[in-house]
């Protein structure tokens, strides 16, 4: 199934199940993370920025966030042309919830990575 099309069999209508299915990736919350810094990036500011994502997905992760409502993209009539990349109202919105969750996983990391040890330990 195609993750941008995802639908639940059951309830079609399902904001977490919908929502998640776009913004649970490898790179959506870290794109929109990254675009908070200033009012507006350029691709190449991105990729620099995001070293571990390749420039094929940075360009589909754009478009879906793009697709979502999440991202602006504004493309400047110059030789060569510009395109800068903005946040929206909608992921603006967003960004307290990736903020609380930033902060989440920063006071647990170190018992959750313990517990992975302790488990591949025990595992062996």
């Known amino acids: 199934m195609d993750r941008t ?3 639940d069999a059951l309830c079609p ?3 977490i199940r ?3 299915a776009r913004l649970g990736d490898k790179w959506s919350l870290l794109v929109i993370y990254t675009l908070d810094r200033s ?3 350029r691709f ?3 990729l620099r920025a995001l070293p571990d994502i390749s420039q094929k997905m940075l360009t589909v992760t754009l478009r879906m966030l793009e697709e979502d ?3 602006t993209r504004s493309v400047y009539p110059e030789i060569p042309p510009r395109v800068e990349y903005a946040l929206t109202e909608r992921a603006r919105s967003l960004l307290p919830h990736v903020n609380a969750l930033i902060g989440w996983a920063a006071e647990n990391m170190e018992a ?3 517990d992975r040890q302790r488990v591949r330990s025990e595992n062996r």
């Open 69 to 71: 409502g999440f991202v």
């Open 13 to 15: 209508e399902c904001p």
């Open 44 to 46: 190449g500011e991105l």
């Open 5 to 7: 099309t995802l639908r």
């Open 18 to 20: 919908n929502v998640l």
């Open 112 to 114: 959750i990575l313990a």
């Open 39 to 41: 009012p507006s990036m």
